[in-house]
């Protein structure tokens, strides 16, 4: 079973360029997340999907960030302008809907901010 | 408010030592859930225990083992006979369900590393 896939893995943008990654999670999985992981910190959670609809972007800085599920399979994040505090690791996970404890991370973005 | 604690920042170890990693949690619900993920240089999370806060049997799984104490507010995880591939960062993580969804809280981590 292919785990969930993200790209770029890498990416270096001077701040305020725009920047966007791509989620695909697994297949089947209702649930998406998007989380941010700075460095020496646990991840926080930016949003959650259900199917193509938001069931919480509480911690999503919405000035700058927005993210869409449009046919509620993959994923977008984008970032415009992006801010030097932006730099950190860009974590996708999905679940199935009945099972939402139990997410798979994919391997993440590392966004610098110059 | 909820919230994590992994006092641990890095830990050291020589192949074959036993190590636990502490973690300590906080919050006002009877009812939550409890994780713990490994994150390997690779950068995936990868998904090791999960445990309700109604269940406090302790749990073993091969080298790995979970002790849950309620009392303390502690849920701290050991690695019996540790391996130079069980170097990562571990990490701890609270889920309050109020509505049905699972936001994680998770600690700022503990960096194991496992010398040979």
């Known amino acids: 079973e292919a785990g969930v896939a993200q790209s770029p893995r890498y990416k270096i943008i001077e701040k305020r360029q725009s920047v966007a990654f791509w989620c695909n999670p697994i297949?089947?999985?209702?649930?998406l997340y998007w989380y941010q992981q700075i460095l020496g910190q646990g991840p926080k959670l930016l949003i959650q999907f259900q199917n193509n609809g938001v069931v919480d972007d509480s911690q999503l800085p919405k000035d700058r960030f927005s993210a869409e599920r449009l046919k509620g399979v993959d994923s977008t994040l984008k970032i415009q302008p992006a801010k030097l505090e932006d730099s950190a690791v860009y974590l996708c996970a999905s679940s199935l809907a009945s099972r939402e404890y139990e997410q798979y991370f994919g391997p993440g973005t590392r966004l610098t901010v110059t | 408010a909820q919230k994590v604690t992994q006092a641990q920042t890095e830990i050291s170890v020589v192949e074959k030592e036993d190590v636990t990693l502490d973690c300590v949690y906080e919050?006002?619900?009877?009812?939550?859930?409890l994780f713990w993920y490994k994150q390997p240089p690779s950068g995936e999370l990868v998904f090791l225990i999960r445990?309700?806060?109604?269940?406090?049997q302790n749990e073993i799984s091969g080298r790995y083992s979970w002790n849950f104490q309620k009392s303390t507010s502690s849920f701290n995880f050991t690695i019996t006979a540790s391996q130079v591939v069980d170097s990562a960062v571990y990490f701890c993580?609270?889920?309050?369900?109020?509505?049905?969804?699972?936001?994680?809280?998770f600690g700022t981590g503990t960096r194991l590393k496992v010398l040979a």
């Open positions: 993580a609270l889920s309050v369900p109020p509505s049905g969804t699972y936001k994680y809280i």
């Open positions: 445990r309700n806060s109604f269940d406090e």
């Open positions: 297949s089947g999985h209702a649930t």
């Open positions: 919050t006002r619900d009877t009812t939550y859930y």
